[in-house]
């Protein structure tokens, strides 16, 4: 396992190497190895190792690599292999190769007492699972997803509301209309469906599209003002920070539900630019009511994104339309 490349190695790298090395000291017969597996999860539940682990996903990658061929076998495997540590990347490839049955399978799942299987029914078949391989027919048609949304959108658990509210996120990048559909049949079912529908339409929100600013009542654009908008300085230390202020007002005596944005055009290496949409507030503003908002954007230095010198440009956006922009330097 800990060869000389193991400290350079990434984390999924990590499990396809350790699962890859395990391969070599149990039975090449996956039904074998299994059997071997479902022996080191009764281990580990007498030594009451059994809380979700990280360093235990191997384990899946396992079933994911040599299970294939042994479908009845693998997914049974998952099922309990889940309860101590995800099968969510696992059980892609057999979704790709056998979806009828995985589907009908993964539908079951969510009736299963244990909250991990539930939340592996809706996590497994999301359309765009992060770090993991994209599901392409789902993509185009999330249709055979739906049934397994349905019957979890109500779970008792959180955990897997949020799952549900990530899967439509990534239903709504391909196929807003569909999304958008299911928000509008299930909104004012439950306080906890109504949560599920906000977070699963934070993508439709960013982008400012007008029927999703519907769902949530929130006022025409036009009714907001922005005044004294003010960007400074106009050259930013590169490692420092960008200021800007406004006040926002309600042109009407009636009140306004409004979701108070910026977004900032990030220049690239090929100088174009990339807009990030960033949430600043969202509140119910009485008639004729003035809100003044001042805000920094630091540039110190962060793993997710780089930073460029030259001009970048900051937006002030409500409810989905950029009201006003302005232009500042970062400095080399």
């Known amino acids: 396992i800990f060869d000389e490349l193991w400290p350079e190695r990434e984390l999924k790298d990590r499990m396809r190497h350790t699962s890859q090395v395990l391969h070599q000291f149990l039975p090449q017969e996956f039904p074998a190895a299994a059997d071997i ?3 080191l999860l009764d281990e580990l539940e007498k030594a009451e190792m059994t809380t979700f682990q990280l360093e235990f996903m191997f384990i899946p990658d396992y079933v994911e690599q040599y299970g294939q061929e042994h479908y009845e076998v693998a997914v049974s495997a998952m099922e309990r292999i889940t309860q101590l ?7 892609r490839p057999f979704i790709i190769r056998y979806e009828e049955k995985m589907m009908q399978r993964m539908l079951e799942w969510t009736k299963h007492p244990h909250e991990e299987v539930r939340r592996l029914a809706s996590e497994g078949c999301r359309p765009r699972l992060p770090w993991a391989m ?3 027919a789902f993509k185009k048609d ?3 997803i739906l049934p397994i949304l349905e019957a979890l959108k109500a779970d008792d658990s959180l955990y897997i509301r949020r799952s549900v509210a990530n899967n439509l996120n990534d239903i709504s990048k391909d196929n807003p209309a569909i999304a958008l559909r299911i928000f509008n049949q299930w909104k004012g079912q439950k306080a906890e469906i109504d949560w599920i529908i906000k977070h699963a339409c934070r993508t439709l929100l960013k982008a400012g ?5 519907q769902i949530f009542g929130y006022c025409p654009p036009e009714q907001i003002d922005i005044l004294d908008f003010k960007l400074e300085p106009k050259e930013v230390p590169f490692t420092g920070s960008v200021q800007f202020s406004f006040t926002a007002r309600n042109t009407q005596s009636t009140e306004a539900k409004v979701r108070i944005e910026y977004a900032m055009y990030f220049l690239r290496a090929n100088g174009s630019h990339s807009r990030k949409v960033f949430m600043i507030k969202e509140q119910t503003m009485k008639g004729a009511e003035e809100v003044a908002i001042q805000k920094p954007f630091s540039f110190k230095p962060i793993s997710t994104r780089r930073y460029y010198p030259g001009q970048h440009r900051l937006a002030i956006v409500v409810n989905g339309v950029e ?3 302005g232009e500042f330097i ?3």
């Open 37 to 39: 597996l479902m022996n």
């Open 330 to 332: 970062l400095q080399s």
């Open 142 to 144: 999330p249709a055979p």
């Open 85 to 91: 540590t995800s099968c969510e990347f696992a059980v």
């Open 209 to 213: 599209l007008p029927e999703a600013m």
């Open 323 to 325: 009201k006003l922009e």
């Open 134 to 136: 994209a599901l392409p």
